[in-house]
């Protein structure tokens, strides 16, 4: 894939959003949410987020404490589209996706997109990617580790059932990964340790069944009444660990979009083709991807 040239397209529109959210939040009133349609008005049409999971584990950090060692990566690549009448959309795009950058003799990885331009290279790869209108994504949301591990702790834990027993130790990155199989209820740390495993055989298509996973179960536990009363006083703690352009009140009515009773997400994945070389860690897009639109009307 060819890329344009990278610009702060990630921004633009902003000014124009505040015509998509009422200037009325209800979920930062007194009134504490005993239902998602409490915690804020819904936005007047679909909204689409670019969600980067970052191998940092706190925003700004210099390092990312992982490997290999140096700026922050990006271990996941999630495009959501939140539409107030049909719910949740979530493409997930593979971080081992080849690219090409306007100078580059070589193609890259997807998920190197962060480190080299932040979430502004990385937004108009993606529009690209998937034929996003002018102005899409609309917003950008940055996740470190840290930030991940407060938003699980803060929900009192998450209900898993990993598909496997993951053992794994890395002395260079501090890492134990120890996670029995079968369901059980994860803490912040444990739920980071099954998002960061990857096993030989299924490598990043495992870690990706394993985000869509975490994140049907991290929107289960938001939608129960009782944490739905927790929800506006953890975003706003959240807000100052995530690199974002979403204030805590569009956050607010996105989950109220989201977390509509009986909706689930849908979710997707951009399909690869099969590697021409075992050693060739890139994959191209495979030659259905054409086909499939995003989003699903």
């Given at each position: 894939?060819?890329?344009l ?6 921004a633009?529109g902003?000014?124009?959003l ?10 930062l009133?007194d009134d504490?949410?005993?239902?998602a349609?409490?915690?804020a008005?819904?936005p007047?049409?679909?909204i689409t ?5 970052s ?8 390092r990312?404490g992982?490997?290999?060692p140096?700026p ?6 999630l495009?959501v589209r939140?539409?107030p009448?049909?719910?949740l959309q979530v493409l997930?795009?593979?971080i081992e ?15 190197s997109l962060y480190?080299?331009?932040?979430p502004?290279?990385v ?5 690209e990617?998937?034929g996003?209108?002018k ?10 580790r840290?930030?991940?591990?407060e938003l699980?702790?803060?929900l009192?834990?998450?209900?898993l059932a ?13 890492l134990?990964i120890?996670?029995?199989?079968g ?7 444990q739920?980071?340790?099954v ?10 298509p495992?870690?990706?069944d ?6 049907e179960?991290?929107?289960?536990q938001m ?5 739905l009363?927790?929800?506006p ?11 974002t352009?979403?204030?805590q009140?569009?956050a ?5 979009a989201s977390?509509?009773?009986g909706?689930?997400?849908?979710f997707?994945?951009l399909p690869?083709?099969?590697?021409v070389?075992?050693e ?5 897009l495979?030659p259905?991807?054409?086909?499939r ?5």
């Open positions: 894939m060819r890329l040239a990278a610009g702060l397209g990630v633009a902003v000014s124009l505040g015509l998509v959210w009422p200037p009325a939040d209800r979920g009133q504490a949410p005993t239902t349609a409490a915690l008005d819904p007047s049409r679909p987020v670019l969600l980067i999971g191998d940092a584990d706190r925003r700004g950090a210099v990312n992982a490997a290999p140096g922050a990566n990006s271990d996941a690549l495009l939140i539409d009448r049909t719910g997930n795009l593979p996706l080849a690219v090409s950058l306007p100078g580059d003799k070589r193609p890259v990885a997807l998920g480190r080299r331009g932040g502004a290279l937004a108009d790869a993606a529009a990617l998937v996003l209108p102005g899409q994504p609309d917003r950008y949301l940055v996740l470190p840290a930030a991940l591990r699980v702790d803060g009192g834990r998450v209900e990993p598909d496997r027993t993951m053992r794994y130790r890395d002395k260079a990155q501090n134990t120890d996670i029995q199989g369901l059980q209820l994860l803490d912040g740390p739920l980071e340790q998002l960061r495993f990857r096993d030989g055989d299924r490598g990043e495992g870690r990706r394993r985000q869509q996973t975490a994140i179960s991290v929107l289960q939608g129960q009444s009782q944490q009363l927790r929800l006083e953890l975003v706003g703690r959240l807000q100052n660990q995530v690199d352009n979403l204030t009140s569009e607010l009515s996105l989950l109220a977390l509509q009773p909706q689930r997400p849908r997707r994945s690869l083709s099969a590697p070389d075992a060739q860690p890139l994959r191209e495979a259905e991807s054409a086909d639109p995003w989003p699903e009307n």
